[in-house]
Structures are given as structure tokens and as C-alpha cells.
């Protein structure tokens, strides 16, 4: 089938053209993202293959259905970047990646939590201008801690496994119990009894209009002075302006982002030579107990060899007709 891939940058190549050697679609790159400008790009493609900042509203949608396209194929597990309304009434089906390293990103989650921790950033800068005191690096054992984890599906269960590992107490809130977190001992509560009780709090549900800014003003103030706050799903779990707030008075005493609500174009650029227009980011970037890292949690090389056969083989069934199982119907959107 003849694929038109977006947001191609090298490394995607790198994994799709070897896996494509079993598939033989013919694929066509395209390096900037898919939006209302580069959407004439795929006229004539029967199928496109996109990220997560690629932007598939209703315009983009019909554009692309009136220039023949009839799949989208998503590289990734995420599809609120994606009008599925939309998708639906034109026609189009969509196709995701859905857990193709839960732990790809749990383990990038567990790295944010501990170089917060113990100031790992902050030092490597230090020693290298040979500055060796501690003062301002003081840490705390994870051993005890409570982690308060919001959604529990893939990440957010490879999650809580590492975290047993630590000692850490483990709590969820999750519109439904995953067995093998009660299992290993995972203790659900209600949100806000979740931020009062949570000494970390971390974010592994999907961005719907119903967590859009689940973490506000109001949710802030409910947690522990101190909190440290992770968010590696989706940068519009939080109203980054509150959280700007509650770092400022003392809140939030650590921060964690992979993913923040004005990433698209900014993130996986390198703006170094750039002016950075964003006054929000830029704020965010200036504070010492906050670590952004530009939406990389799913990257490693088996994640990115899972999402690539994936991807493909989803675009395979659709060819013959079939349903891959990785469709993403309106129900996603009900349940
Ligand atoms: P999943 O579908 O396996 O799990 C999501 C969980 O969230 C489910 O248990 C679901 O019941 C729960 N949930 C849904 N609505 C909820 C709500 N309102 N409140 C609480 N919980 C709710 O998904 P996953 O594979 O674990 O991925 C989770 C998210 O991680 C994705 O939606 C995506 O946004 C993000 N993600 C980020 C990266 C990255 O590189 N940073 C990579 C992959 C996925």
C-alpha cells in the first residue's frame, strides 16, 4: 500500500525500513508533521502514517478523505491528537500501536522520579565546573514513600511492579481495578484521597475531554506540601500556569515532565539557534527542581522496532480487509 509517513524524522526511518522489508508497503517520507499547511502532502496516499503531534482534526480529516486516503495508521498508543467523530462520519479508519514498551516509559518515569530526587541534574553540572559541595542536593529514600499513580493500564501498572521493587506504598485511582495491581498490593482510592495521601504522584491515564487539566488549581492545592508531581502521558493532564503557581509557593516541590499541553512544534526540534517564543516552557525551564524532557519516554530501540512492525501490520489488514484489533472505534472515546 502506499503510505504517506509524516513526523519522519531519521530514526524513523531507520526502524520502518527494515521492518517493511517483510511488508513491502510502498513508503513515502515527509519530515514535517501533518497539519492544514502539509496536508496536501498525502493527496492521492490511501493511507498516512502519523505521531503524536501530528494534528488530525476535522479540517485535516477531510482533507485527506477527499484526497483518497482511507487509513491512518498512529505510531503511537495515544489518539487524543485525533478526531475520531470525525474520522468515523468520512470514513477513515484509524489504527494505533497500543502497548509497544509499557515500560519504556515506566522506566523513564522511575528516572525522572529518582534524578528529582537526588538533584542528578543539577550535579552532573556541578562537577563538571568541578564544584563538588552537596548543599541544595539533599534527598529522600523512596523506600516507604507513598506513589500515588493515576491510570493503571500498561504504564501505569509496569509502573507499580518497579515501584514494589523500591518498598515504595503503592496507590491508584482508575475508573477500573487492574487485577494484578491489587495483586501486588496496589491500594485504589478516590482522587483527591490519592493527592492528600501521596508523597508522588504520577500520571498514566489518557488525555480525554474528561482529564483535560486534571490537574489544576484546586487538585494542587489538595495535595502534600512538597509534592513531587510526574507526568509522562500527556501534557494537557495539567494546567501548566497553576503548576507554575503551586512551584512558586512551595506546592509542588519537584516536577517531572515528558509531555507539556504546547509541545507540538517545539518538541523533537532542535531549537538551540532559535528564540523560543514560549513564555510558559521557558518559565518552567528555570526552575531548579524541574526536569522537562522533550517527549522521549517511548524512545528506545525496542520500543521503536515493537511500533514500526506494529504499524505496518496494522496497515497489512487493512489492505486484505481484516481488522488488525489495533482499531480505535468511538467507543474509545465513551469509555
Ligand atoms: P492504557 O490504555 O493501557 O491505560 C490507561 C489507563 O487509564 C486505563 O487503565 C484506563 O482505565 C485509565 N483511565 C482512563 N480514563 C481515566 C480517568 N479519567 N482517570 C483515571 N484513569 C483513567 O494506556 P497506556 O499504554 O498505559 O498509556 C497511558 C498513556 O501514556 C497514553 O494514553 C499516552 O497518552 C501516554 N504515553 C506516553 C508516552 C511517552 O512517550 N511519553 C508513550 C506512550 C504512551
Do not use: W
Amino acid at each position: 500500500m502506499r503510505v504517506a509517513v509524516f513526523s519522519a524524522k531519521s530514526y524513523v526511518r531507520e526502524f520502518l525500513d527494515p521492518a517493511n522489508a517483510e511488508f513491502g508497503h510502498e513508503l513515502v517520507y515527509f519530515e514535517p508533521s501533518l497539519d492544514c499547511a502539509t496536508v496536501p502532502l498525502a493527496a492521492g496516499f490511501p493511507a498516512v502514517c502519523v505521531f503524536v503531534n501530528d494534528r488530525l482534526d476535522r479540517a485535516v480529516l477531510e482533507r485527506l478523505a477527499e484526497g483518497g486516503t482511507r487509513l491512518v495508521a498512529l505510531r503511537s498508543a495515544g489518539f487524543n491528537n485525533v478526531d475520531l467523530v470525525a474520522a468515523a462520519e468520512l470514513g477513515i479508519t484509524i489504527t494505533r500501536v497500543p502497548a509497544y514498551s509499557p515500560y519504556a516509559i515506566a522506566e523513564h518515569t522511575v528516572g525522572l522520579i529518582l534524578a528529582l530526587n537526588r538533584g542528578i541534574h543539577r550535579a552532573f553540572a556541578r562537577v563538571r565546573d568541578r564544584n563538588f559541595a552537596l548543599g541544595g542536593l539533599l534527598g529522600f529514600d523512596l523506600h516507604g514513600r507513598t506513589v500515588g499513580i493515576v491510570g493503571t493500564g500498561a504504564i501505569g501498572s509496569a509502573l507499580a511492579r518497579i515501584l514494589t521493587g523500591f518498598g515504595c506504598n503503592l496507590l491508584a485511582y482508575d475508573k477500573h481495578e487492574n487485577p494484578d495491581c491489587v495483586l501486588a498490593g496496589v491500594k485504589y482510592m478516590e482522587l483527591n484521597e490519592l493527592f492528600a495521601a501521596s508523597d508522588i504522584i504520577s500520571l498514566h491515564c489518557p488525555l480525554t475531554p474528561e482529564t483535560f487539566h486534571l490537574i489544576d488549581a484546586e487538585a494542587l492545592e489538595q495535595m502534600k506540601p512538597g509534592v513531587m508531581l510526574i507526568n509522562t502521558s500527556r501534557g494537557a493532564l495539567i494546567d501548566t500556569q497553576a503548576v507554575i503557581d503551586a512551584l512558586k509557593n512551595g506546592r509542588v516541590g519537584y516536577l517531572g515532565l515528558d509531555v507539556y499541553e504546547e509541545e507540538a512544534g517545539l518538541f523533537s526540534e532542535d531549537l538551540s539557534d532559535e528564540i523560543v517564543l514560549d513564555d510558559v516552557l521557558m518559565r518552567l525551564l528555570t526552575f531548579p527542581n524541574v526536569i522537562v524532557t522533550a517527549h522521549q519516554a517511548y524512545f528506545t530501540s525496542d520500543a521503536l522496532r515493537t511500533i514500526a512492525e506494529v504499524t505496518l501490520a496494522n496497515v497489512s489488514a487493512f489492505e486484505r480487509s481484516e481488522k488488525s484489533g489495533n482499531e480505535v472505534g468511538l467507543e474509545r472515546i465513551r469509555s
